[in-house]
């Protein structure tokens, strides 16, 4: 199992250029989230998806949009780039079971927008 | 709402030490708390989760944690410091339920160990 993937790596924008980051799992977990992570802030939730087909926001949302294509696969949108969203952008994935609360992480972006 | 505080954005110890890494939560019900290590430029792992079993935690790589809900604290320790433990360590908290589950973090702790 490869668990959470993420790509690209890392990327560099223009301010007002967009990109997708994409993220998957292989766990057949019903939940999926992206978070930024920012120093000295911890990690933001942006938005997450519970199950297929929904999604919802989190705590920072503004300039994102995000697309659960199906149950493997929940994309991270930046319409317009701008400075600060310069940051790292971890996607998780979390099962549904009964007693099972933890996020498994993938290994992140590094996005910085010039 | 739920929160998280991590006091002290920097520790710093000795090999061979104790490690103390404190945590308090806010939450208006019953929590689950874990403890996430981030190693430098890669992903959270989870070290070791509260799940309100037993209120002392085992995880990883020697590493304990203890629920005192009087206290609202789940402290992190470690009796001996590596080398290895070099890292960013991250408090969170959850709430239980269903669909609208969501981890709210702390802003971690950066743990430094000197030779």
């Known amino acids: 199992n490869a668990g959470v993937t993420q790509t690209p790596k890392f990327q560099v924008l223009k301010t007002g250029q967009s990109m997708t980051l994409q993220c998957a799992q292989d766990?057949?977990?019903?939940?999926m989230y992206w978070y930024r992570q920012d120093p000295g802030m911890g990690l933001r939730l942006i938005y997450y998806?519970?199950?297929?087909?929904?999604?919802d926001k989190g705590e920072v949302p503004n300039g994102y949009n995000v697309s659960r294509l199906n149950k493997r696969e929940f994309s991270l949108r930046l319409e317009s780039a701008a400075p600060s969203q310069t940051s790292v952008y971890f996607c998780?994935?979390?099962?549904?079971?009964?007693?099972?609360?933890?996020?498994?992480f993938g290994p992140g972006t590094r996005l910085t927008v010039l | 709402a739920q929160s998280v505080t991590q006091l002290g954005s920097h520790v710093s110890v000795s090999e061979g030490a104790l490690v103390l890494l404190r945590c308090n939560y806010s939450?208006?019900?019953?929590?689950?708390l874990f403890w996430y290590v981030q190693y430098p430029n890669q992903g959270l792992q989870l070290l070791l989760k509260?799940?309100?079993?037993?209120?002392l935690v085992k995880g990883i790589n020697g590493f304990e944690a203890e629920f005192k809900k009087s206290e609202t604290s789940f402290h992190l320790t470690k009796p001996s410091a590596h080398m290895s433990d070099a890292a960013e360590y991250f408090c969170?908290?959850?709430?239980?339920?269903?669909?609208?589950?969501?981890?709210?973090f702390g802003k971690g702790t950066l743990l430094t160990v000197n030779p």
């Open positions: 998780a994935s979390r099962s549904r079971l009964a007693g099972n609360n933890e996020q498994f």
């Open positions: 766990m057949n977990h019903n939940s």
């Open positions: 998806s519970a199950s297929e087909g929904t999604t």
């Open positions: 939450s208006s019900v019953p929590p689950y």
């Open positions: 509260y799940t309100s079993a037993a209120t």
């Open positions: 969170a908290v959850s709430t239980s339920g269903g669909s609208n589950y969501k981890l709210t």
